[in-house]
C-alpha cells in the first residue's frame, strides 16, 4: 500500500507579496514535513543569491507604493509597468519572443543564481512544484533530474511566465483557468505540458472532492446575501440542487472581509468603508474584518485608527506573526466571510469557494487582467465610492445580486485544483489540457 505520508514533491514559493505563497500553502501536505520551500531565503542561501532576490521584491513594493504619489506616481507607474504589461488577447497571434523581464531572468541564472538552490533539492529527486516562475527556469536551466511543474497564479499572465524557448522546454504548466491556458499557447508553450487544472484553494474551505464545506458555507452565506429573498425566491430549484435545503438563519453576521496586499497599498481603503458602516457596525448588523497579514505595522495602523470609534468588536484586524499562522487564520475567517473586498489578486480565485468579490482598484496590468476574469465570469463588481458604502453595498445587498455572483462562483470556477494537482503528482490520472 502506497503511504500516504511520503512526501511527493517539493513545494518552492517565492515572497514577492502574499500571491505566491498562498498559492503553494495548499499544497504542502505534498512536501516533505510539509514544509514549503522559499527561493527567495531559504537556509544558506548565498548571499548572491539574496541579494538579486531583494533587489526583485524591492522594485515589486516601490511600485505598489510609489503609484499613490499624486501626478508623478501614475506616471513613474506607468512607465514601469509596461515591462509587466500583459498583451491583448486578440487578433491571436504568436507571442512567443521572449521579453525583457525573460531576458533578465536568465542573464542572472547564466551566472549562477539559483544552482546552490537545485542542487540542495537534487539531493531528494522530488518533482518541483513551484508557484513562481523563476524556480522552474531556474531547475531546467541546472539540469534538474525530475518534473517541473508551475501553478500559474494569475487568470492571464506577462510573457515572463515562460522560458526563453518555451518549444523545447519540458516545464509542465498547471493552469487556473482557460484564460491563462489559452494565453500560454499563444506564448509558445506546447498543448501537451499544459494541464487546466484549476487554482489550488485550501482544503480546509473545501472538504473532501465532494466537496461538503463549502457546500455548508454557502448555505449560511446565501441568507446573508439575500435578506429579501429576491435571488432564493427566483432560482429556489437550483439552489435545492446543489446547496439541498437552506437553514432557517444564518451562523453569523453579515461580514465583508477587507485584504490588504502585501505591499500594504490602498489601506486607506479600509477606513473609509468603516466610517461610511460605523452606525451598522455598532448595531451588530454587519461585521468587517481587516485582513493585514503578517506586518506588524499594519495592525498597528487599523488599531490606532479605530480605537475610538466604540465598535464594540464589529471590526477584527486578522494578522499572524508566521505567514503559515496568518493563513490558517484568513482560511478560517473565509469559512464566516460573505464579501471578499480586495484588489484583484490570486484572492480572485477564492470566489470558486461562493465568495462575491468588490474589486478594489488595480495596481498593474496583471490586476488589470485578473478583473477581467471577475467581471467575465460574473463573480465580481467594481468599487464605488468607499466613503459612501452604506449606500451603495445594502442597494446591492437588497437587490440579490451578491447572492447570484455568489452562487455563480460556486458553479462555474473550478474547485478542485489541489486534489487535481495531486492527482497529476502521484499519476493516478492525467488531466486533459
Known sequence: MENSNKPKAWIIAADMGYGHQRTAFPL?????????????HYAGIPKKDRNIWKSTRSIYEFISKFKKIPLLG?????????????????????????NLGVKSNYHFIQKG????LINRLEENHLPIITTFFTPAFMAEYFNYNN??????????INRAWVPLNPKSSK???????????????????????????????????????????????????????????????????????????????????????????????????????????????????????????????????????????KLDGGVYILSGITIDEYFDKFNKALRKTDILWTKPSELSFYAGLGIPVIVAPTIGSQEDFNKRWLL??????????PKYTAEWFYDMLNSGNFAEMAMQGFLEIEKKGVFNIEKIITGKYKLKN
Open 28 to 40: 504542502k501536505d505534498l512536501a516533505p514535513e510539509q514544509k514549503i520551500v522559499n527561493a527567495n
Open 147 to 156: 518534473e517541473i511543474y508551475c501553478v500559474v497564479c494569475d487568470a492571464d
Open 171 to 309: 516545464i509542465k504548466y498547471l493552469a487556473p483557468c482557460t484564460w491563462a491556458r489559452d494565453r500560454l499557447k499563444l506564448y509558445g508553450v506546447k498543448s501537451e505540458n499544459i494541464f487546466l487544472t484549476g487554482y489550488p484553494l485550501p482544503k480546509e474551505n473545501l472538504g473532501t472532492e465532494k466537496l461538503e464545506i463549502v457546500k455548508e458555507d454557502m448555505s449560511y452565506r446565501i441568507l446573508n446575501l439575500d435578506p429579501q429573498k429576491r435571488y432564493q425566491d427566483l432560482y429556489k430549484p437550483l439552489i435545492k440542487n446543489y446547496l439541498g435545503n437552506l437553514p432557517e438563519k444564518s451562523d453569523h453576521p453579515l461580514t465583508i472581509l477587507f485584504s490588504i496586499g502585501g505591499a500594504g497599498a490602498q489601506k486607506e481603503i479600509a477606513l473609509d468603508i468603516i466610517n461610511s458602516l460605523k452606525e451598522k457596525i455598532k448595531l451588530k448588523e454587519i461585521k468587517v474584518i481587516i485582513s493585514v497579514g503578517v506586518r506588524d505595522e499594519m495592525r498597528k495602523y487599523y488599531e490606532d485608527r479605530i480605537s475610538d470609534l
Open 376 to 385: 467575465h465570469v460574473g463573480v465580481g463588481v467594481s468599487q464605488e465610492d
Open 113 to 116: 543564481w539559483g544552482k546552490d
Open 74 to 98: 501614475n506616471f513613474v507607474f506607468d512607465v514601469l509597468d509596461r515591462f509587466q504589461k500583459i498583451m491583448n488577447y486578440y487578433p491571436k497571434r504568436d507571442l512567443s519572443s521572449p
